[in-house]
Nanobody, 127 residues
Framework: QVQLVESGGGSVQSGGSLRLSCVAS????????MAWFRQAPGKEREGVAA????????RYADSVKGRFTISLDNAKNTVYLQMNSLKPEDTGMYYC????????????????????WGQGTQVTVSS
């Protein structure tokens, strides 16, 4: 079982920045990939960024490439999401997830079976 606690959300104006954090605890050793997802009101949850513990290039949704950066501190079991140049369409609840999946260009579909979603952290971007 893995427990995930997200933090760092808030309300910012368009063009602003936020840094999200997610601390993982429990049995995380076998989960080689950590990712951020978001869900806007009335929409399905979507993958935003993913990173593998053993390196390799991070994966990003096209909508956030060049603006968001995911990073991982293995020693602290913490994954971060630096979000710059925020837009109103980035508004939503942000969740992190940890899963054991193959190395894929698009890892997000492999999180469909993930069941340990945390409370999330709300990001609101005003125009």
């Amino acid at each position: 079982q893995v427990q995930l606690v997200e933090s760092g959300g808030g309300s910012v104006q368009s063009g602003g920045s936020l840094r999200l954090s997610c601390v993982a605890s429990g049995y995380t050793a076998s989960r080689n990939c950590m990712a951020w997802f978001r869900q806007a009101p009335g929409k399905e949850r979507e993958g935003v960024a993913a990173i593998y513990r053993r390196g390799g290039r991070p994966r990003y949704a096209d909508s956030v490439k060049g603006r968001f950066t995911i990073s991982l501190d293995n020693a602290k079991n913490t994954v971060y999401l630096q979000m710059n140049s925020l837009k109103p369409e980035d508004t939503g609840m942000y969740y992190c997830a940890a899963q054991s999946i193959p190395f894929e260009d698009d890892p997000f579909p492999f999180f469909r079976t993930f069941r340990g979603w945390g409370q999330g952290t709300q990001v609101t971007v005003s125009s």
